[in-house]
């Protein structure tokens, strides 16, 4: 009987040990498949920062764009706008001639 008492303690004595050990394993190699996860996250997370610097760097340059290009309009608007200005003069003193003209008929 005290046999079979040490054989059955030793025997709950491996299943447990191989049950830790088990877990042990188990664990690591849970371990490595999160590691490899966080290593790919990381590789996209990476990617998507250097896109985004990307897009912002191109919205930056398209905004610079749009600014010189409201430039040039503006300049073009103020140029159009002073030589109808100086149109305006002379058509006023060519009426102011021909009024002159036809009141001297």
Do not use: C, P
């Not at 025997?11 to 498949?33: D, P, Q």
């Not at 919205?59 to 749009?66: A, G, S």
């Amino acid at each position: 009987m005290e046999f079979m008492e040490i054989y059955a303690e030793g025997g709950m004595i491996a299943v447990v040990g191989a049950l830790l050990v088990y877990m042990v394993f188990s664990m690591n190699k849970r371990g490595s498949v999160q590691e490899e996860n966080l290593n790919d996250l990381r590789t996209e997370n990476r990617g998507q920062s250097e896109t985004l610097e990307n897009m912002e760097s191109m919205v930056i340059k398209l905004i610079n764009r749009w600014n010189q290009s409201d430039d040039k309009l503006d300049r073009k608007f103020d140029s159009i706008t002073k030589e109808i200005n100086d149109l305006d003069n002379q058509v006023s003193e060519i009426k102011g001639i021909i009024s002159r003209l036809n009141g001297k008929h």
